[in-house]
């Protein structure tokens, strides 16, 4: 059914007159959304004067009372109630129940999730009527629409047009409206805020920001979507890569100043007409008779500022601070304010200025007080993004009482924008006026100097391993630590110079999102060398992180010159005893550890350790780690008398530090449950394997690769211990996981599918169990390279099944690859080369008998 069909049914049904009815009608065509009752009164289709209109609509809300009993309680915003319950009952998304009271029946309206930023009131956006309903009717027919400015033209009111369509149309879009800011954290990181915060979506952290993106779009809410892109400057990686899939339900709405190609369909968007910025102004001005008696001066005064709606905003703005000012000393004002805009323009080409806006800001800028300056010139320095400003945590009650004057300043002048409490924002125009201010004060250098300071102790609150909830609050700081470490750097001091770097890359790389944070530690490196040359301890500290990030990406061949210089130039330049150099030195020792050189790492692992104990005491979370990390290398040397010693004294230490809940403890718990199964102690592992299961799910929720790793570990006791049926599903639970987070490129994948197949030759499923151990093996060989430990392991795994299944000749080729790897990385007598050696005499006996 049409809308218009619909709209004639319910008239029917609600028994309105034909005169109601044609008012009913026209008021909630689609076109007609965003007109004003006086202007549908007048138009072709009514004629019928502005009081008649009124009046018939409150005959219609009174009949529409009848069924919505909603609407008889409501003093005002009955049409904005009206139309959402006609648009819910129209898509089919409602749900009836009957009033005990009345009888009638009573509609639910789903909530629709928006992040829609404040609007200025409807009546006061006036002479954009035809772009309204232009860029209504260009949404239905095409997927995306960009608001274009004239000749790249400011303060045209782009920003203003689209947050007033998505609030008149918000009931057209019943997936959501999200407002995404071109100029703030990274958009793809911003809609998975979105949905994780509206639909409760929460994307696999250990998969590439691409993908949780998809896994966004494919589990988002039903109805039609609409994305507004605010503020776009790079449409390829602002827009392009963060898109939707094809699908007509998703509507993207982009607002610019510059020309896209020509494909995407484009609304341009002028300055206002002469009537229209009339209009505008006496809405603005508290005192309208000024206007009424100078309406010559008025209009010249619109023309003065260019018809820009932000300009007429500050001097509306400006008008109401100076209730004695006349017209016409405002318009000379203006014209000295132009001319000497025009000088500097002259004397600096590359500088771009917006004239009405400039003139408007200058006159604003002399009515602020001198404090209040100071604090927009310092409000400029940060990004075009939402500004925290959580003035009631200032500790210092006269420094509160300033900000918020300033503030309250700002604000009355249309100088900063409140999005909500505690955040504000600047108009770009507004911030690249303020920052001229600041940079023609003799007091620049020592504004910016202090603004870094303050970001850096911001930047130090990111932890290296941040929570879901550190990770929400912090997001609103990262554009503008982004803006400190690109444009405002050269301000840090020595001391600080890789703070917002290292902590920018710590936060996306706690949440897996490795692309975006490979660049931060990369620029570390690379400023920290410009300035501070390539022997100062900043170096080592970024070429660590640098290397980790490799690391963990298993990145191997990277990460190992970067930590080896790291441990080099540390020792050069702090000599031997000293807490960077024992981290060097176990950064460097895990590397090994993880390529399976386990020779080479044993003996950095202990000079870490004994190290750290000499340097920081034995009660130390460093000392933990070392003790849990060796620990960890002896039992995968078959070494579990020099391990269980070291795993007790890790978890103990790790217990009594950072207390019983805290991930770190889940994995040592899981460790030293895997040592006690190692050495057949499985009553002794069960419980501890349950501990750390239940832990980690509590601390780090079901979705997470700690998850999937103690689910793993569980599975292999029961499969040793022969309980298959409490093993399988756990292990399918742990592959899907694992799948899930980290991709099905991953070592621990190719652990899962090992162990699976080990549990379905166990039970004579060979068929299922081969194919397993095929992928496995091809994927170790392909990830870890053809001479590492698991790789062994699994070759002797695929020779174990060919051999029981009577094909000797696939075999002995596999049994011997096998012998031979873990002969070279383990070594003669490691429990693993030993096993394999047992497993291929024991073939060759029964092969060649």
Known sequence: MQWADFLANEAATNSLSPEQTAAFVERFKTENLGKSEAKLANEEQLRIGAAAFKKRMTEVYDKFAKSYPELATSKRGKLEKLRAYLTAKYNGGQDFGVSAQSNAVHLTIKEIHQNIPPAVPFEKFVGREAELQNLHSSLQTSRQVAIVAVAGMGGVGKTELATQYAKQHLQNYQGGVCWLSAQGIDVGIQILRFAELKFKLIAPEDWELADRLRYCWHNWQQGEVLLVFDDVTDYKTQVQRNLPPESPRFKVLLTTRLGFDRTLPQLPLGVLKPLAAMKLLKLLVVDRERLKSEPWVAREICKSLGYLPLALELVGRYLDTMPDLSLETLLKRLE????????????????????????????????????????????????????????????????????????????????????????YKLHPLIRQFFQMKLDESSEADEVKTSFAAQAVGVAKRIPQQSNREEILNLTLYIPHLAELATDLFRYLSDEDLITPFTRLGWFYKGQ?????????????????????????????????????????????????????????????????????????????????????????????????????????????????????????????????????????????????????????????????????????????????????LELRKRLLGEEHPDVATSLDSLAGLYSSTGRYGEAEPLYQQALELRKRLLGEEHPDVSTTLNNLALLYFHTGCYSEAEVLLQQALELSKRLLGEEHPDVANNFNNLAELYFHTGRYSKAEPLYKQALAISEQTLGVGHLTTMTVRGNYAKFLKEAYR
Request: proline share 4%; hydrophobic share 35%.
């Open 336 to 423: 000295k304010k132009r001319l000497e805009h025009e000088a500097v323009a002259k004397a600096n080409p590359l500088m771009r200025y917006e004239y009405g806006v400039a003139e408007a800001f200058a006159l604003s800028w002399e009515q602020l007080d001198e404090n209040s300056q100071k604090k927009g010139c310092g409000l400029s320095l940060f990004a075009l993004a939402d500004i925290p400003l959580p003035v009631e945590a200032i500790e210092d009650d006269e420094q509160q009482e300033v900000w918020e004057k300033a503030i309250a300043d700002l604000l009355e002048l249309h100088l900063l924008q409140r999005q909500s409490k505690g955040i």
């Open 512 to 692: 897996g999102l490795y692309q975006q944070a490979e660049p931060w530690l990369q620029q570390c490196v690379e400023v920290t060398k410009n300035r501070l040359g390539l022997e100062h301890p900043h170096i080592v500290t970024s070429l660590n992180n640098l290397a980790g990030l490799y690391k963990s990406t298993g990145h191997y061949r990277k990460a190992e010159p970067l930590y080896q210089q790291a441990l080099e130039l540390s020792k050069r330049l702090l000599g031997e005893e000293h807490p960077l150099v024992a981290a060097s030195l176990h950064n460097l020792a895990g590397l090994y550890k993880s390529t399976g050189r386990y020779r080479e790492a044993e003996p950095l692992y202990q000079q870490a350790l004994e190290l750290s104990k000499c340097l920081l005491g034995e009660e130390h979370p460093f000392v933990a780690v070392s003790l849990h990390n060796l620990a960890g290398l002896y039992k995968s040397t078959g070494r579990y008398r020099e391990a269980e010693p070291l795993y007790q004294q890790a978890l103990e230490l790790s217990k009594r530090l950072l207390g019983d809940e805290h991930p770190h403890v889940a994995t040592s718990l899981n460790n030293v449950a895997e040592l006690y199964k190692s050495t057949g102690r499985y009553r002794e592992a069960e419980p501890l394997y349950q501990q750390a």
